[in-house]
């Protein structure tokens, strides 16, 4: 299987690239319309992750400049009903962080307006998914970290979680309220509290 390609970039089309590698071979990969818009120059290296779909009658090259990126396309994947030019559609139209958090707050309005994304569907990946994604909520950095408040302290934890909401677009008034409803606990992690937070922001 390949997973990972890096080589020159030779040509460019609106839903795929060839990448010729050192060995002088051209593999064609389906790419998703956000990533064409990060892609270097034709004729310049591009390194791109790749998932290889293999089928009956074909072997299919799924490519993202982001590890992250491929990572939550196998994810969504795995609900019934995406198969993956659906997921390239649901991944590529939308940021990591972003799709995490509209299928945290099961935003089946926003989430509808990925192209090819129905509302029966929609529902389906918020039911199997919204337990699925806090890695993909928190900015890099703060992902894997348990943090734990000093003595006396507010837990330090907040203080992560106030910057993810911040980053996914919520003002300090939300912001604020939601970490009060969310009760701040010791043990918490980064996770275990925008998790709180994001539920309490969600209307109803």
Not at 111 to 120: A, E, F, Q
Not at 181 to 202: F, I, N
Request: hydrophobic residues 45%; charged residues 25%; proline residues 5%.
């Amino acid at each position: 299987m390949i997973g990972r390609l890096r080589g020159c970039l030779v040509a460019q089309d609106p839903d795929r690239v060839i990448v010729e590698t050192g060995a002088g071979v051209g593999y064609e990969v389906l790419i998703a319309p956000r990533a064409l818009t990060e892609l270097p120059s034709v004729g310049s290296e591009v390194t791109l992750h790749i998932h290889t779909q293999v089928a009956e009658t074909a072997i299919t090259l799924y490519g993202f400049l982001q590890e992250q990126d491929k990572r939550l396309f196998r994810v969504v994947q795995t609900v019934s009903g995406i198969g993956p030019k659906l997921a390239l559609a649901v991944v590529g139209t939308t940021e990591p962080t972003a799709l995490a958090e509209a299928i945290a707050r099961e935003d089946i309005p926003g989430l509808t307006r990925i192209p090819g994304l129905g509302k029966k569907t929609a529902a389906r990946l918020c039911i199997d998914l919204k337990d699925k994604l806090d890695r993909f909520l928190v900015p890099a950095g703060l992902g894997d970290r348990a943090v734990l408040s000093a003595a006396g302290s507010e837990p330090a934890a907040v203080d992560d979680a106030r910057a993810a909401l911040a980053a996914l677009g919520y003002n300090g008034k939300e912001i604020k309220k939601a970490l009060t409803a969310a009760a701040p606990l010791k043990s918490d992690t980064v996770q275990t509290l925008l998790k709180r937070a994001l539920k309490a922001l969600s209307p109803g």
